[in-house]
Each structure stands twice: as C-alpha cells, then as structure tokens.
C-alpha cells in the first residue's frame, strides 16, 4: 500500500522531469526561435569587469558581451539586437536549460561534467583562462619556482586550494596557505603584507590588481597552475545553432590572423587574398550553409571586430585590466587561439 | 495604644527650586544616579565617534570631482568617499537600463504619484474618497502606460469597458435573482436572456477575429452587456432603470466607437521599454509600491476567509497563507522565472511575475498580522454590531476591521519596510535593483579601487534607510493620530 503510494509519487517526478527535459529538447531550431523575437538573447554575468558588465551609461561591454553582439551582428546586422539576460553564478545553467536565453556567454569554464551531466555544448574557448600569482616587486621573484616556502592569500570555497597543493607537491615546493572567505578580504589582507603572493584565476588577479593602492608595485608571474577554459555554451540537441556560435568566434579569430579588422574591412573586400574574399563572403556559399548570409563574417567585423580588438579593448592593453594575451594569442604567435580554415 | 490622625491640612509646598525643565530633565533622565551617569556618557561618546566617523568618511576625506579612478586615488590612501563614482553611476543606479531620453516619463510618474499620495497621507486631507480612487483606481494604469509604453489611449478604454461590462454583468446576476420571485412569465424571459448572453458571448468572440484576444474579449464582454442591459429591471423603480440603460448603451457605444477609431486613425503612441530594461531604485520603488499596495487587501481577504466558518475557505486559505510562508520568497521568483516558462507557453512579462510572486508573498504575511488583530476584537463588538442588525460585510467593515486595522499598524509597517528591503532579490530574475546594480556598478574596472566599496554602501545604505525611516516615522504619526495604545 504505501510502497505503491511511493511508486505513484516516483511516477509523478518523472513524469513533470519528463516534460520538463523535453520541452526543452523539443525547443526547435533555435535560430529560427531567434529571427522570430527579432534579437538574441544572450545569458551574462551580474558584472564581471572585462567580461561582462553595463558601463555607465547602461550599455553592456566586455569580452563575454562582444561575442554575443558578433552573433547578433551575424544574424541581424545588428549587433544591439541583443537581450542581455543577467545570471548569477547559480542560476546560469538553469537559465540555459530552461530556455530563458539562446546562449551562455559568461565566463563558464568548459568541463566534462557540464557536456556530460548538464546537457550543455561548449565548443570554443574565447578566454585561456587559469589560477595566477601576483607578488610585491620587491620579493624580486620572476617566476613561481622562487616561490618556495612563501605564504599565499587565497579565497576558499573554489578550486584554487586543491590546484595549489597538487601544484608545490609535484614540483616539491613548499608553502603556506591563508584562506579568506570572500576575493576583496583576501586582496585586502594581501595588500597588508600578510602573505607574499595572492593567487586565483588570472583574469581575476588582474582585476583586483587594479584595486590595489599601488598596483605598479606588484607584478602578476607569467605562470598558470590549472586550466580554465572559458568559453560560450548552448542547449545540447541543436547542432545548427551550436556551428554559428562556433563559426562566430573561429570568424573572428580568423579576421585577426588575415589582418581583418573593423578599420579596413571594407578596404579588405577588394582583396585579392583568396581566404579573405571567403572569409567576405565574397566567394563561395559558406554563410548561406551556415543558415546565414554570405557576408556575415564581414558583418562581425564590421560591427564589433576581430578576436584581438575586442581582446585589447575589453581586457588587454587598452583597458584598465590590462591583461597581456599570453596564451590567448594567436597559434601563430605561440598562443592556443587557433580557427579551423573558412572554406 | 494610639492611632495617629490628621487633624489638619499639610500646608502646600512650593515647587523644588532651579526646576527649569533643561534641569528636571538632565537630572531625572540622564544623572538619576551615578550608573546612569556613566552610560549616558559612554553613550554620548560612542555616538559621537560613530558620527564623526561617518562625517570624516563621507564629507571631510571624501573626493567630490573627477571622471575615473585616478581622482579617488587620494582617498585611497585615507578612507574616504569617493563620490564622482555614485555621480557616473547614478543614471545607473536610479534608472537601470531604461533609455536617458525616456527618463523624464519615470520622473512623471514619480510626480504626479508624490501629489496624490502626500495629501493622501495627511490625516486631516480633504477629498481623500477622490484622492483613493485617484491613486489606487487611476494612477496604476497611468504609471503601466508611461512606464511601458505603447498606444496611449487602447488601455484606459479596455479598462474602462471591461469595468462597465462587469458592473452589467453584476446588475444582471442581481436581477437573475431577484426574478425567482417573480411570476413565471418572467422567468422564462429571464432563460431566454441567459440564453442570449451565452449567444452573444459566442458572437463576440467569433465575430471579431482581427481584432487581438483581449479587444475579442472585450467586444465580447460588450455585447454581453448590451444584451443584460436590455432586460435589466432593477427593483429601485422604472425612471432609474432607464437612465442606467441609457447610460451603459452610450457608454458602450462611445467605447466601441473609440476602439474603432483609434484602431483606423493611427492613434498616439509612447515607445515601449521592455521591462528588462527598467532598473535601479525605479525598479525598487515599482516592486516595493506594488507589493505595499496589493498585500493590505489580499491579506484582509485571506485573514477574513481564515476565521471564516465555511470550511472549504478556511482550508483553502490556511493551505494558501502555509504554503507561500512555508517557502522562501527567492523559491518563489525562482520558481515563476525558471520553471513556469516550461510549463507555459506564452508566459507573462518576468516583472509581472516577479510582482505577483511579491504580492501574494507579501499578502500572506499580512493575512498573519491581520489576524491578529481580529482576535484581538472583543466578542462585544461583534454581538453590538449583530444586535444593531448589520450583516457580515457591514459588521466587518465598519465594526470590526477598523479597529483590527488600526490596533496592528506597527505590525504591518514592520512588514512593508521588510518587503521594501526584500526587493533586492529581484536580481534573480536578472533586473538589476537598486542594490544589483550598485554591484555592478563595482565591477567596472574604469573605476576599481580601495574606496569603491564602502562608498557604495554608504550610498546604497543611507537610499535604504531613508525609505525606511520615512515609513516607521509616518507609521508613528498615525499611530498618534489614532491612539491605538489607549494612553490616557
């Protein structure tokens, strides 16, 4: 009697789980869901700077932000056809899942669990990210094997701890951890000399650096002790969709290695470089198969740029951050940014 | 044995010398005795180090000019307030994403709702029936079509349709019961006007299909009204009868003559802002006003229908008030955000359901206090009212829920300046709030630096508090006014 009871109620969450997954699954084409609202919903951070975040006067930038204005740019024309849906770290993946936006353009780092569990589908990586080390210039040390025996401020609660130890175990390092709660008490208590180096991901070491009373004093170290790929993701079970978000970046990486930027992309379609003039659209059907037009990676480069200018305008050189782009340079470049060809 | 009398009167004293009430005052209340003496200067010298901290941070070292983080660099070093900050920010801050050249409509909407509801709140004021129906009745619609947008005139009139339909729809339930008592004639006139609604409901419905689901609806409702007022006999005498015919047909003629107007000559329009534009304290005020407004009457109903004998609405409302107070507010926006579009087709705009979600939340707790203010209300009170001949409504609304009311006052503004701060969860459903945006306000790189932070919780703190302050102040005042703690 109550086992069947308990049966029943079994019957029922799978049941509502049932529906649930296969509303989502049974979405449709998502490009098409997009022409008909008539722009992109795209899932972004509560504010990250860099990446994503409205400025002052309410327009949202970042690096996050220009990937999703290039596929509004490449499916309308348009690169402010675009809902910016803001996420917290929590709630991201529901979002996706539940449809509430077309894509996840927010410093997700691309792990097997979340392709494999979550349902999501990563593809390309717009962002090399991994835990960092920043030092007090004066310490002198220019690389993490001088660290030996120094005490590091980090944050718990994240994955920096385990990547620390497996790191100084391997490389028979010794060292002392100081862990705080929340990022601005450990900045806070790094910049009091309680520790000689403080550490977490790069692109976040980078943006409280910028916190910091006197931030020449201290220099970031060139290496990475963990792997965060960052990266767009989109609902498994439309491969369609996926290739345009893919197709978008690996658009603007490709613009930057054949010199393609928003200054000369109009000069360029006169260009008689054969990989151009596909890049343009100006030869051969490769937009059209993609389920766009012929010219949509001109239009991306056109309205937001190529892979290197919004890297140097969002996080590089020409902003505060002023992240180095170290492994996010090209392939070319001894970098891990490297497109299949357009053709 | 002796028993001591008073034979005469003791000689009246004069008052205690140096009686000024400045010192009757220090040494009554502030040097009674030497521990009182102690902790009114620990006191005194704890506050003025607050207040002096308070001042030295945000007026004394704080930076007032400058356009990025290099001007506030200097009180990076001394702790100040770093106000160019709050200054980039505020368009931010006040207005989320709403577009700078359609700000002057919020500002509108602050304006005119500012002239209704100060006299509204006087409690002395004068047309305060006009000014209630003014600011409850008329002033929501106004705010939906300057803050949303759209064709100006479309919502007033589909307001105003629906209201009159279901005024006839009303009259016409009464008549279909008083007819019982009427002789079988009209009885069976009364089965063909039932019939003929449902006839004209079907009409309406299919016979506009260019028109959008709510104007079908509405034309629907219409006919449905036209067909009720053609039969409607109300009991109070011929003459009246016919001037409410009169009235409701011109009325419907001259609503559905404007729809159709407006809907052939272009009619003017305000552009739409989506909500996921709207924002900051706007965004607070919106949640927090409606959430204020909505909770009273749907707490008075569930408190009602909760002492109520009719088992079923006592059940369902205790299942109502336990369920929505049994799980937390942030589930339920959750919930609406997420889920309800999986469920749902077309489901509603994500502000609506964040209000809704809000105002139930909020309804059920005032159904708690309200309650408890009805069982504070003597037997006596109800019997009087029972003796006097007054029916349940009556009895409620003039005996009981006045009193109930007014003896749970501290309660019910403890609960508005609680919703007023729980808005800040809206930032689930992606709206930046006051508060959320003052967070990514902080991310910005352009401006990151020591200061930041405390000056914008300084900012974001003293916006709160001011709210809130205005709200237990003004509760006080009423307080006062009526007297509710019986002080002789």
């Not at chain 1, 498994?236 to 490709?254: C, L, P, R, S």
């Amino acid at each position: 009697m109550f086992s069947q009871r308990i049966k029943n109620l079994m019957g029922c969450v799978f049941a509502a789980v049932t529906v649930m997954t296969s509303s989502a699954a049974i979405a449709g084409p998502t490009l098409q869901k997009i022409k008909d609202r008539g722009e992109l919903a795209c899932g972004v951070s509560q504010g990250i700077g860099g990446f994503s975040m409205p400025d002052s006067s309410g327009k949202w930038t970042g690096l996050d932000v220009d990937l999703c204005r290039a596929i509004a740019s490449a499916i309308f024309d348009d690169p402010n056809k675009v809902q910016f849906v803001a996420l917290s770290a929590k709630d991201r993946f529901t979002a996706l899942q539940s449809g509430a936006v077309d894509l996840l353009s927010r410093n997700t780092t691309w792990t097997m669990s979340r392709e494999s569990a979550l349902g999501m589908s990563f593809s390309v990586v717009n962002f090399y990210d991994g835990q960092g080390f920043m030092a007090n210039k004066s310490l002198g040390v220019s690389s993490l094997k001088d660290l030996s025996g120094a005490t590091v401020c980090l944050t718990s609660g994240t994955t920096h701890e385990m990547n620390l130890a497996d790191y100084f175990r391997t490389h028979k390092l010794k060292y002392e951890a100081i862990v705080f709660v929340t990022a601005d008490e450990t900045i806070k208590a790094f910049e009091a000399n309680r520790c000689d180096v403080y550490s977490a991901d790069t692109s976040a070491v980078y943006a409280q650096k910028s916190k910091l009373k006197q931030p020449d004093e201290y220099v970031v170290l060139p290496e990475l002790i963990s792997k965060e790929p960052l990266g767009p993701a989109v609902r498994q079970g439309d491969a369609e969709w996926g290739n345009i978000v893919k197709w978008t970046h690996f658009a603007m990486i490709n613009a930057e290695e054949l010199g393609v930027n928003r200054a000369n992309v109009v000069e360029m379609r006169k260009s008689e470089n054969p990989e151009i003039r596909r890049l343009l659209g100006l030869e051969g059907n490769l937009g059209e198969s993609l389920g766009l037009s012929k010219d949509w990676a001109d239009r991306i480069v056109r309205h937001v740029g190529n892979y290197g200018e919004i890297f140097e305008a969002n996080v590089g050189s020409q902003s505060p951050l002023g992240i180095k782009r170290g492994v996010n340079s090209l392939w070319s470049n001894g970098g891990l940014q490297y497109a299949p060809p357009i053709r | 044995m002796e028993t001591y009398v008073q034979s005469h009167p003791i000689p009246v004293a004069q008052p205690p010398k140096h009686a000024s009430p400045l010192g009757r005052w220090l040494r009554h209340e502030i040097l009674a005795s030497p521990i009182q003496a102690v902790g009114t200067l620990l006191g005194l010298s704890l506050a003025l180090t607050l207040i002096w901290a308070l001042v030295d941070f945000t007026i004394v070292n704080a930076v007032w000019t400058g356009s990025n983080r290099a001007a506030c660099a200097m009180v990076d070093q001394q702790l100040g307030a770093c106000w160019p900050f709050i200054k980039d920010k505020l368009g931010q801050l006040m207005y989320g994403f709403y577009p700078a050249d359609a700000r002057w409509r919020v500002n509108l909407v602050y304006a005119v709702g500012l002239v209704l509801l100060i006299p509204l709140l006087h409690p002395r004021a004068r047309y305060k029936l006009h000014l209630s129906i003014a600011f409850f009745g008329l002033f929501p619609l106004f705010a939906y079509v300057l803050l949303y947008g759209g064709p100006v005139f479309r919502p007033w009139l589909r307001a105003g349709a629906t209201l009159v339909c279901f005024l006839a729809l009303t009259c016409l339930a009464v008549h279909l019961k008083l007819i019982n008592e009427q002789p079988f004639a009209r009885q069976v006139r009364a089965f063909g006007l039932v019939v003929a609604s449902i006839v004209a409901l079907v009409v309406g419905l299919a016979i506009a299909p260019v028109f959008e689901v709510a104007d079908r609806l509405n034309f629907a409702l219409l006919l449905l009204c036209l067909v009720a007022l053609a039969e409607n006999r109300s009991p109070r005498g011929e003459d009246r009868v016919w001037a409410e015919r009169g009235f409701c047909l011109a009325w419907a003629g001259f609503v559905l003559g404007l729809s159709c107007g407006f809907d052939i000559v272009a009619q003017p329009a305000l552009q739409i802002i989506p909500t996921s534009q709207w924002g900051g304290l706007f965004v607070t005020l919106v949640v927090a006003t409606t959430g204020i407004v909505a909770s009273v009457p749907i707490g008075i109903v569930l408190a009602l229908a909760r002492r109520s004998s009719a088992p079923i609405i006592r059940t369902l409302a205790i299942g109502f008030i336990e369920i929505v107070r049994g799980v937390p507010l942030i589930t339920i926006l959750f919930f609406s955000t997420y889920m309800l579009p999986l469920f749902l087709d077309q489901p509603p705009d994500g502000l609506v359901r964040v209000l809704i979600g809000v105002s139930l939340f909020a309804g059920a707790y005032m159904a708690e206090i309200i309650r408890g203010g009805l069982q504070a209300i003597p037997k006596g009170q109800y019997e009087a009212a029972a003796s006097l001949g007054l029916g349940y409504s009556q009895t409620m609304g003039l005996i009981v829920l006045p009193q109930a009311i007014r003896l749970v006052i501290p309660g019910v503004v403890n609960s508005f300046i609680g919703l007023f701060k729980d808005t800040t969860l809206v930032s689930v459903v992606s709206i930046f709030d006051l508060l959320g945006g003052m967070r990514a306000a902080f991310t910005d790189p352009a401006w990151s630096g020591p200061s930041i932070l405390y000056t914008g919780f300084a900012f974001t703190g003293m916006i709160y508090f001011g709210f809130c302050y205005l709200m237990s102040s003004y509760s006080r005042l009423m307080e006062e006014h009526l007297r509710v703690d019986h002080r002789t």
